[in-house]
């Protein structure tokens, strides 16, 4: 299963530090031994939120452009991964051997089909069907 | 024992013992003993962890039972009395705990080490499947058993076997160098691609524990192409073996049926698995990409980067299966190269290829040869031809499925 790891910003993260050399040689090994675990599909850090935008959207569909930062440092996230893993507690057993400090790291399941049962399953089908099916029908 | 601590230490097994098992063969130079120390360090484990809790550095715990256990049993053994010098001075020098089993860079060569040994040539396939699986991967003797459809007193035996095949052999605990590199690597490359291989093509009801087996093999061969990342095969084959994977959703239908490639939706296809492959791929062709699974690879992403089936690159497909078969001289890839020059050129010219396959022995009694042919005589409007094709197909093939299918297709030239 493919498990999104969401690293939580920082008062550092949001001012823009990267951190120390050493900060940087201790993630870049542990990135390393993710790799030749066969563990990552993706990742990358996030710019801080003083240069992110946020997009609002009303009851209408109306929207509104927000600029950062925003508020509640904590809530933010500062960098993402997507891993393959065979539970979520080997994802938590991996996050364990970060050598983050003072920081919180996030775990989600990114939904496949066994998320679904049959009837919503069977609904998204009919759904997409309709939608397949309707452009054809307004030529 | 509370789910929890068991679930936290399967979890702590699949992270950690590939390289305790492959530490401990770098010490005691028998990967069969290694693996047997680790598995008396996983039993400490589930006895221990439930009480103490786990361990705030558990793959050091699990090596330093192991290695306790590794002086206790070499100590019975008189004749292995310099390896017990060995294990003790090695044991002394890391009484604290030892942060360097994670940053240790010796670990990761000795896991390399552990894949090259446990696919050793001297082992069949299946046994060097069941070896890596256990080892390598980690998994249990009844997860190995289950996925390959065998009783789990089946799969323990051959895994016993193997482990002894190797000590007989006086398999060394390396990677080779030189010459021998290549077909030991080959070797390896071949048993993950069977892993992945038997996750792929499982049919429905089987389903959930095979396809499980993609997900191993795609790991493995991950970990091979981080650890050999000087190999251009090693990145292929994670290229293939992603992007084929990237079409599990798309290719069975609600009632477990077969979705052929022409009729997937591609909107379901697995986008991070197919970049993730292309890259690996782009990876590949930089060191080389001249290899059989490089060849495979790029035919798959022909078939990746076609948003619409009818925008796929036959052409450019046509030519790679002339590679292929330059290469692999195998008259079944020459019989996918005809398939593909009528996708490319029309009909007539992928019968022509086909014309030079009905006298080769291997294909006599090969169903798909007729059947290719009577589809291909079928468009070209030749349907007395093509329902002899198609009778002859049904004739030879062994799935009850597929005969109907065939015999449907017959009485309707």
Excluded at chain 1, 13 to 36: K, R, Y
Excluded at chain 2, 109 to 115: G, K, W
Excluded at chain 2, 173 to 186: K, M, N, T, Y
Excluded at chain 2, 337 to 360: E, H, K, Q
Aim: proline share 3%; charged share 25%.
């Amino acid at each position: 299963m493919k498990v999104m790891v969401l690293g939580k910003a920082t008062e550092r993260s949001e001012a823009g530090e990267f951190g120390t050399a050493e900060e940087f040689a201790a993630m870049d090994l542990f990135n390393e031994q993710l790799v030749e675990a066969g563990v990552v599909l993706a990742g990358d850090g996030l710019q801080p939120t003083s240069k992110g935008k946020r997009v609002a959207f009303d009851a209408d569909g109306n929207t509104t452009v927000i600029d950062g930062p925003f508020a509640e440092t904590k809530e933010l996230v500062a960098g993402y991964a997507i891993w393959e893993v065979a539970s979520m507690d080997e994802a938590v057993e991996w996050v364990k051997r970060s050598p983050l400090r003072d920081s919180e790291v996030e775990l989600r399941k990114i939904l496949d089909a066994e998320d679904f049962d049959d009837s919503f399953g069977a609904e998204i089908a009919a759904a997409e069907q309709q939608l397949r099916t309707e452009p054809a029908a307004n030529q | 024992m509370t789910s929890a601590t068991q679930q936290a230490i399967d979890a702590v097994w699949r992270i950690e013992s590939a390289r305790l098992i492959a530490g401990l063969a770098r010490i005691v130079s028998d990967v069969g003993l290694a693996e047997d120390l680790a598995q008396d360090a996983l039993v400490a484990a589930l006895e221990q962890w439930p009480e103490s809790g786990v361990p705030d550095n558990p793959g050091a715990w699990l090596m330093a039972v192991a290695r306790r256990r590794g002086v206790d049993t070499i100590r019975r053994a008189v004749t292995l009395q310099s390896k017990v010098e060995l294990l003790g001075r090695e044991l002394s020098d890391h009484e604290t705990p030892m942060d360097e089993i994670e940053f240790d860079p010796h670990v990761e060569d000795d896991v390399l080490r552990l894949m090259f040994t446990a696919c050793h040539p001297v082992l069949s396939v299946e046994a060097r499947v069941a070896l890596t699986l256990k080892m390598v991967a980690g998994l249990s003797t009844e997860e190995i058993a289950r996925a390959f459809l065998v009783k789990t007193t089946t799969m323990a035996a051959r895994i016993t076997r193997a482990k002894k095949a190797l000590t007989e052999a006086n398999v060394p605990f390396e990677v080779p160098v030189g010459e021998e590199l290549a077909d030991r690597l080959s070797s390896v490359l071949e048993a993950v691609y069977l892993v992945f291989n038997e996750g792929y093509t499982a049919t429905a009801g089987e389903q959930w524990a095979r396809a499980e087996l993609c997900q191993e093999a795609m790991r493995l061969g991950r970990m091979l192409a981080a650890l050999a990342a000087g190999e251009s095969e090693t990145h292929a084959l994670v290229a293939l073996m992603e992007i084929q994977a990237s079409r599990l959703r798309a290719r069975t239908g609600p009632d477990g049926e077969i979705v052929t490639l022409d009729k997937q939706d591609r909107a379901r296809w697995d986008r991070l698995l197919i970049t993730h492959g292309l890259a690996t791929l782009d990876r590949a062709e930089e060191i080389g990409g001249t290899g059989s699974y490089a060849i495979q690879a790029k035919i798959a992403a022909c078939h990746a980067r076609a948003p619409r089936a009818e925008d796929t690159d036959w052409v450019r497909i046509a030519s790679l299966y002339g590679d292929l078969v330059a290469l692999t001289r195998s008259p079944i890839v020459e019989l996918n190269r005809a398939v593909a020059v009528s996708m490319a050129d029309g009909p007539a010219a992928g019968l022509a290829v086909t014309d030079g396959l009905l006298d080769v022995a291997a294909l006599r009694n090969y169903h798909l040869l007729p059947s290719v042919r009577g589809d291909l005589l079928a468009k070209l409007g030749r349907s007395m031809e093509a329902r002899a094709e198609f009778e002859r197909a049904a004739e030879l093939t062994s799935n009850e499925a597929e005969r109907a299918h065939l015999l449907a297709r017959a009485s309707g030239s």
